[in-house]
């Protein structure tokens, strides 16, 4: 890989251009061999099929990598992790606006596809989940820590989908959710019994 | 208007269809008269331009009544509301899966349709932050009331999406986020601040 991008990285752009906003249904394996200046043959031969080119489309990296390096920092308070790593994810959605809306369509459309987008979303659940199953004096559950960490950045999906840009006080309401998370995790509660474990993964049926 | 649907809500029907399989930038005015069996001209007499059939299609009644009704039964605990209005946003996104997926399509792609979604869940945030509001010795202010409230359904939009069938144990899971924000809105928690009101709505700015 030198500086310029390979044909494949071409293809992968050209297709998430389009897929984005013209729609996946609606993009044929030539319209993404028009857009990204390669024959339509060279599309097939780095991507034997559609569904394998959105496939690699929505296997491009996500926010991971950081997610880890924020949740490791365990010299640091549980809620200030939780909430920078909200922040983070938040805002590479809002970056990476065009690979949020192809994966929001893909999940729509096909099985496939949809188990894909679980798998990215459950790796970045597990590594928020994490951050409160390693606090020390914690009522919190794993299974509650995942249900605290789903909800939150399922929440955060659906916030870049509606708001694209940051909204005056966001920061705070975040904040707020986040405290309400850990302040109901460390109390006594209530408890909703025993779920299958079934639900700890978000890629699992 | 008689058993039958009328002409308008023919084409409404049509164009949710296309836009749902074929998507909202690929379907044209001309597709949607085609599906419903009627002239072109029929649609633009209902509707003066795509934008406006779009908007309509976003219009069509959510959930609102149902879950009011819900949030009114004050006679019932606050969990078991909270919970039971979960279930009825999350039930009633699957079963509209097509307007969930214009719906997001739209919100994707243009500001004005983005309001429209923002002001259609905004309203469903209003009725479940209403419940928590009325709960007599919470110290939830209206503003947690409403971090509450939005996480929740928010979080709920991303799971219809990921999960168009309930999961094994998914009762529980929500009901477990119920209660960790319900432990936490009665409990002291740390405070984070005082966020401006503009985000008390999540239709503003």
Chains 1, 2 share one sequence.
Do not use: C
């Amino acid at each position: 890989m030198g500086a310029r991008p390979s044909r494949r990285d071409q293809i992968l752009d050209a297709a998430l251009e389009l897929f984005a906003t013209q729609g996946i249904t609606a993009t044929t394996t030539r319209d993404v061999a028009a857009r990204a200046g390669v024959a339509t043959g060279s599309v097939f031969y780095h991507f034997a099929t559609k569904p394998d080119l959105i496939e690699a489309v929505l296997g491009r990296a996500y926010v991971g990598p950081d997610l880890q390096t924020i949740a490791d920092r365990s010299d640091r308070p549980v809620r200030e992790r939780l909430l920078e790593a909200a922040q983070l994810f938040l805002a590479t959605l809002r970056q990476r606006r065009a690979l949020l809306s192809v994966a929001i369509q893909a999940a729509l459309v096909d099985d496939r596809y949809r188990l894909r987008v679980r798998a990215n979303i459950d790796d970045e659940i597990g590594v928020l989940a994490a951050i409160l199953d390693r606090t020390p004096g914690a009522t919190t559950s794993s299974l509650s820590s995942r249900a605290i960490a789903a909800t939150l950045l399922r929440s955060l999906v659906t916030t870049a989908v509606l708001h694209p840009e940051p909204i005056a006080g966001e920061h705070a309401f975040i904040a707020l959710t986040v405290d309400l998370f850990v302040a109901g995790a460390h109390g006594p509660g209530p408890n909703a019994g025993a779920p299958s474990t079934e639900i700890l993964s978000d890629s699992g049926r």
